[in-house]
């Protein structure tokens, strides 16, 4: 027995299936999760000394790679001052400034720790500042696990195929109203249905949790306009895309500005962070400088904050070049074996990720996703897992390419991916 193996048969007695979030356990690919000791760059290392190129990324926010010199020294740098006041602190002040400087759709920010806390509070906002109860989700994207939003998502809940989750009560989720992915025609008619009852639609305008499907952008600018119409407000969720496929995120992207953003992953550099913010006439509404509450012990983390901050200040001009090129070598050389190999696979990429779909045709919604052969991707996995990658461990999730994975590393994955193809 490995050493990671005996460690995870203890995570077994520890943790629900051995884990603390379940896309991390092999439920779908089959076999046992690597237990990582350590990363550097775009490389981890299992508590068995095999090594592996990553494109988990830490489901996001590793953008600049792993213990990037800059980021460690931010964080230590912060470290000896204290790791939590309560109070306000530099740090804060400074991330907010820059993501408020690169991100179009937001002029006031709020800190908290998640990007469910992220969605949950800004959902809250959304219906305090519209009077209104109904949220309009889209089938296949993923929001975190709050009540509301735990209604026909991605990520883990389509990994497991959980139709829905038990717990969440019948009046939580009967205020979310569901539409594929890309459709405007479905939107429209939840409109007419319930219009006046409509808070907000949320959404991934770049999905990430059912594998990487973009929206198409006639129907972001339609639900733009629809929802102004209408007397709704328009949420992006960018915990996954903000700083990820343009330095301003989808939204800067597509030339759509939302009333709200929600934000997680790369604004902490690796450590526990989210962020909701927007119109300053919406997150003036939030308390103590409004009446709708929110609030959080570690809210605005220093640590977190100089981690996001460090983390931001790598991402320039030249970085998103680099970042766009290594991934579109990764996507080409895919596009290319398996062309080679004569089956049938798509990939599909926006920025710096992507996913890779063993189906004929483009994916455009989650019905196109469940149809890809899943049983193929977890081969797939585990070929590439025995020569040394480690891709996410599901179909549906988006693999992220870091500032460090170089030339090497991708021709490196290539071969790998060759191979793996080969035996499929
Ligand atoms: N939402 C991310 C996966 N798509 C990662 C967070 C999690 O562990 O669920």
Redesign the pocket.
Known sequence: MTRGDELFHRALRLFPGGVN????AFKSVGGTPRIIDRARGCRLTDVDGRNYIDYIGS??PMIAGHAHPDVIRAILRCVQHGTSFGTPSPPEIELAEEIIARMPGIEKIRFVNS?TEAVMSAIRLARAATGRTHVVKFEGC?HGHADLMLVKA???VATLALPDSPGVTRGSAQTTLVAPYNDLAAVERLFERHGSEIAAVIIEPIA??MGVVPADEDFLHALRSLTAERGALLIFDEV?TGFRVTPGGAQAFYGVSPDLTTLGKIIGGGMPVGAYGGRTDLMDLVAPAGSVYQAGTLSGNPLAMSAGLATLRLLDDAAYVGLKMGSARLQHGLETLLKRKGGPGVVQRAGSMLSLFFIDRPVRNFTDARAADHAKFAAFFHGMLERGVHLPPSGY??WFVSMAHDDAAIDETLDAAADALARL
Not at 21 to 24: C, D, G, H, K, L
């Open positions: 979030s379940p896309v991390r489901w996001g990007g993923y991605g990520s883990g990430g949790n996954m999730e988006a």
